[in-house]
């Protein structure tokens, strides 16, 4: 089990920034894959973005691309999403996750969760 901790949401004016962090403190992720995944209120969580174990494929959703970059950061067991140029409607909770093995876009193949961190876009 890997304990996975996001920060960095916030509130922020349509066209702003956010970079969301998610920390893993008790393993290393040299060796997961990490995802991160929104959910908004009444609305089926979804996929944002993916990046396998060594950074070198990622997937976004298409609603954020060109728009936000995931990244991995192995030796500091830290995984990152900037999100650039947000709109309202990426107001979610974003919630970062992690498992063994390549990356997908199925948030019920993975079995480490953050608890979720607040966006809040205004227009």
């Known amino acids: 089990q890997v304990q996975l901790a996001e920060s960095g949401g916030g509130s922020v004016q349509a066209g702003g920034s956010l970079r969301l962090s998610c920390a893993a403190s008790?393993?290393?992720?040299?060796?997961?894959?990490m995802g991160w995944f929104r959910q908004a209120p009444g609305t089926e969580r979804e996929v944002v973005a993916t990046?396998?174990?060594?950074?070198?494929?990622?997937h976004y959703a298409d609603s954020v691309k060109g728009r936000f970059i995931i990244s991995k950061d192995n030796a500091k067991n830290t995984g990152y999403l900037q999100m650039d140029s947000l709109k309202p409607e990426d107001t979610a909770v974003y919630y970062c996750?992690?498992?063994?093995?390549?990356?997908?876009?199925?948030?019920?193949?993975?079995?480490?969760w953050g608890q979720g961190t607040q966006v809040t876009v205004s227009s």
């Open positions: 996750a992690a498992r063994r093995g390549i990356a997908v876009d199925t948030s019920s193949a993975y079995d480490n």
């Open positions: 008790t393993r290393t992720l040299l060796t997961y894959a």
């Open positions: 990046i396998g174990w060594n950074g070198d494929i990622t």
